[in-house]
């Protein structure tokens, strides 16, 4: 019994008895309560002459003769319990993971990760682009064709302090070091200030061609290195965007709506968000020069014009830039309600580490290659013998960032994240491998027969595979990986209960047995290939 067909059966209940129309809410209630449970009572009882007690036993003898039901109970003020057959629990752990595909047909647009040329990727970024990646698999399995995009800021007082750092320091220095010294300089020196700034300007123009070369190889050095670090994350993407191109598009729009959408102020061009109860923001500057707000108006004119098919566009960001993308989006929606509308943003929150290494919060930069070589390096000392240190090490780091609801600020802790004791990404990876031993030991054949009855305890594994699909879709729809791992926990610890408890190979159930270890092992790897981790056979 599928939960969308509990849920017409419910429907339909309601309406032949009540004549009322709901929408019924399915759960899965503690195990002892039974496999499904739902309210419709208490949403009935809102037009119905009766109380929600009357109404679920009522309901509850409509429904006990459902096919793959076994028991309906009622319990509190009107909570109608479900229990499947074996046989139907069965039909949910062992068929094949066949999702439904909701979005089949429609080309979703995800733009994740953003860091900037001429400064490092840092472990924001990192978190971005490990929430995308995730984000965009959950749209995938739904059906969609999804394009990664991401967007750089190749312009602007960041890249003119790194060239002035390079032309002080010479050929040879690194960006990091060179960034580091104009920014310096350019706080504390107001001549060095005064240069950067024409730096800037020279930036923008593209008159200089000494400053456009170190651009230009700037550029170039910045993505090779961010691509080094995606590659090493199995991360890609499908197009970059860089402001440089974001420029003339978004000035040619704000421009032609001034007086319209925008207004002039002190020589400045603004966007009165007061008016809808936001805060008013600059669009283009007193010296002419578009702002961040002007140039993400070009970005998504350039997307549409890249992408004219697109039913939706995400925009990944940290939650800082949640009030910057309302008046954003409100200003967007008086030019193109319909670019608008179809463009949304979605917040994270800040990365922090237990040994207080980096604070988003101080601006302190660690690195995302310093966390992935940190991470590498205890998983080195845990396990000096895995062969894998790599495949860990992305795993503990994935998973710890893809466990914690998306929104909130996480503290990543670097023992926690390789431990095999706790809810971590090696955990799970180590009972793919387990689960993988048990069948290659098995030289019996895994069970067929048409008539089921589980135990206690393999019942208990059964009902825990069979919600996989549903914790899915739900993670799809909400757009929140954190669904999908907290349940691959769960999954785990329900089948150590199991595996505790129940004999596998020698027993006289082992062929059923089997058969739920490998429907096991197939929702565990299909579940970590959605967080993208690899599930390994061996560790």
Not at 331 to 343: P, S, V, Y
């Amino acid at each position: 019994m599928l939960l969308k067909e509990l849920k017409k059966a419910v429907k339909e209940a309601g309406q032949k008895i009540f004549d009322t129309d709901t929408e019924p809410v399915i759960s899965r209630p503690d195990e002892k309560f039974g496999d499904y449970a739902t309210n419709a009572a208490l949403q009935l009882a809102k037009n119905a002459a009766a109380s929600p007690s009357q109404i679920a036993q009522q309901l509850a003898a409509e429904l006990k003769s459902l096919p793959g039901i076994k028991d309906v109970s009622v319990a509190g003020p009107g909570f109608i319990n479900f229990r499947l057959t074996d046989e139907a629990l069965a039909e949910g752990a062992f068929s094949e993971i066949n999702l439904e595909k909701p979005l089949s047909g429609q080309e979703i647009l995800v733009e994740f990760g953003d860091p900037n040329p001429f400064k490092q990727m840092h472990i924001g970024h990192l978190y971005s682009y490990i929430v995308g990646a995730a984000i965009s698999r959950l749209f995938e399995v739904s059906g969609a064709t999804v394009r990664r995009l991401s967007y750089h800021g190749d312009v602007g007082l960041h890249v003119a302090r790194a060239i002035y750092g390079q032309l002080e320091l010479g050929e040879g220095a690194t960006l990091g070091l060179a960034y580091a010294l104009g920014a310096e300089k350019y706080a504390s020196i107001p001549a060095a200030k005064e240069r950067i700034d024409a730096i800037n300007l020279a930036v923008y123009d593209g008159n200089d061609p000494e400053i456009n070369e170190l651009h230009r190889v700037g550029v170039k050095e910045s993505f090779d290195y961010f691509d080094k670090i995606l590659d090493l994350l199995s991360i890609s993407t499908d197009k970059r965007y860089l402001e440089s191109e974001t420029i003339e598009p978004g000035l040619k729009t704000v421009k032609a709506n001034i007086g319209k959408v925008f207004q002039e102020s002190q020589g400045a061009v603004i966007y009165d968000g007061k008016k809808i109860g936001l805060h008013t923001r600059v669009f283009i500057t007193s010296k002419g020069l578009p702002t961040y707000e002007t140039k993400d108006l070009g970005l998504v004119q350039l997307k549409h014009q890249d992408f004219p098919q697109s039913s939706r566009s995400i925009v990944i960001t940290a939650t800082e830039q949640t009030e910057y993308f309302k008046v954003m989006l409100a200003a967007l929606g008086e030019i193109d309600h319909a670019l608008a509308k179809k463009t949304t943003h979605l917040a994270h929150g800040f990365v922090n580490l237990s040994s207080g290494k980096m604070s988003s919060r101080t601006g302190d930069v660690y690195s995302a290659e310093d966390l992935i070589n940190e991470v590498h390096q205890a998983v080195q000392q845990q396990f000096p013998e895995s062969g894998q240190d790599n495949d860990t090490a992305l795993a503990a780091l994935k998973y710890d960032f893809l466990k914690a609801r998306l929104g909130g600020d996480i503290t990543f802790d670097v023992k926690e994240s390789v431990s095999l004791e706790g809810n971590s990404g090696p955990y799970l990876q180590y009972a793919h491998a387990r689960a993988a031993s048990i069948l290659s030991k098995a030289a019996g054949t895994m069970s067929t027969d048409a008539q089921i009855e589980f135990d206690e305890n393999e019942r208990s594994l059964a009902r825990k595979i069979s919600e996989y699909q549903e914790v899915v879709e739900k993670a799809a729809a909400e757009l929140i990986p954190h669904h999908i791992a907290t349940y691959l926990y769960e999954l785990a610890q329900t089948f150590n209960s199991f595996y505790e408890k129940s004999r596998i190979i020698g027993d006289e159930r082992e062929a059923l047995r089997l058969k739920l270890v490998k429907s096991y092992k197939d929702v565990l790897s299909n579940g970590l290939s959605l967080l993208n981790i690899t599930a390994p056979e061996k560790m």
